[in-house]
């Protein structure tokens, strides 16, 4: 084995590699001259994709990472004397390193959630101090699909959390960093639960799903996109060779690639959660609705199993740990994994 190269594992969907479908197509846009900063071919037939997928109004801006993503789309619509309020275990919150603040200069404000899904209810605390200079004024409410807990807003609950937003003048932001996972659990087309929902600005991911590298900040409402070519260039995310980036999605979308990956890690982890429900000793804590499964086990048992096939801690006071499918997980490492988890418990 290569130094680096470890075995397929359940630590992130994060450490799988490229789909060759997407691989191919940036090789194929690897071919001659074309202009740069996305005045190319490709970025043009993918913003085409985009609008066919999310709606004829969507605005599509690459960047280059997910955080980027998050912050800068969050910064185009906000104040510095605004808050965003989002789910204590959003990224927004856990693993943006501060980002949020430094570039937004607003406040994050959180609510803690069971299961890592918001309610209007559980956003009324911070809904004071309307209007008065002495307090942050709330503007996004931030919304994570699917959830950092593996679990997915229904339709009718994203309209419930827009409509709230709406009707307080505010937005609705939605990570969409395992989007397609969401939309094969819900059956439903992309725009069905973004664009038709109420979801004002949403960030699309695809590096958990296959693709190398890139994201895509869309605006699903005429407007908001005003002056945000300036933002994403001071932000340091406008890409040279954009055509990368645009080419990646391209083929994401063609044939439904996208459908074909997220299907298969959310199977994965369907299979993967009936095996593990099948030992008496371990606990499942969260409903399996994509390609996260989260479970607690002796903390000894799992520090000898991560030996085998890291994975990550989610909860140490209760020893619960986070296990991850991707799209190229295998049944036969699943069935490795169980058998040293059985071997370690018994």
């Known amino acids: ?26 090789i194929s846009a690897n071919i001659g001259h074309v202009t740069g900063y996305g005045s190319d071919i490709f970025t043009v ?9 999310l709606g004829s109004d969507a605005e599509i801006f690459f960047v280059f990472t997910g955080t980027a993503a998050n912050v800068l789309s969050l910064t185009s619509i906000t104040r510095s004397w605004n808050s965003v309020i989002t789910a204590s275990t959003a990224h ?3 693993d943006e390193c501060g980002a949020p603040e430094k570039f937004m200069g607003a406040k994050v404000l959180t609510v803690d959630t069971p299961d890592g899904k918001i309610t209007p209810k559980m956003l ?19 919304i994570t699909q ?18 709230f937003a709406h009707s307080n003048k505010m937005f609705l932001h939605m990570d969409g960093a395992r989007l397609a996972n969401a939309a094969v659990y819900l059956g439903l087309p992309f725009k069905a639960f973004t664009t038709d929902a109420g979801v004002d600005v949403l960030s699309f991911g695809g590096t958990k799903n296959g693709m190398m590298f890139g994201e895509a900040i869309c605006f699903l409402k005429p407007g908001l996109s005003e002056d945000f070519k300036y933002i994403r ?3 340091m995310q406008l890409a040279s060779k954009m055509r990368f980036i645009s080419a990646q999605y391209i083929a994401y979308f063609h044939n439904d690639l996208w459908k074909k990956c997220a299907s298969h890690s959310n199977r994965m982890a369907k ?10 000793d371990v606990k499942i804590t969260q409903p399996v609705q ?15 199993i991560r030996k085998h096939y890291f994975f990550y801690p989610w909860n140490d006071k209760i020893s619960e740990y986070r296990l991850m499918t991707s799209w190229d997980t295998h049944e036969e490492d699943i069935n490795n994994f169980i058998k040293i988890l059985r071997k370690e418990l018994f």
């Open 1 to 26: 084995m290569e130094k680096g190269i470890v075995k397929r594992g359940f630590a992130s969907d994060n450490n799988a590699g490229i789909h060759p479908d997407i691989l191919n197509e940036i």
């Open 271 to 280: 299979i993967m959660a009936e095996k593990l429900g099948e030992i008496k």
């Open 92 to 94: 927004l919150d856990q």
């Open 290 to 304: 994509s390609n996260g499964i989260f479970i607690i086990i002796p903390a000894a048992v799992a520090e000898k």
């Open 124 to 142: 009324e605390k911070h809904m004071h101090g309307i209007d008065f200079e002495h307090h942050s004024q709330p503007k996004v409410i931030s």
């Open 146 to 163: 699917t959830t950092e807990m593996g679990t997915i807003y229904s339709v009718d609950e994203i309209k419930e959390i827009a409509g």
């Open 45 to 53: 037939q993918a913003h085409k994709v985009f609008k066919e997928q």
């Open 233 to 235: 260039k001071q932000g």
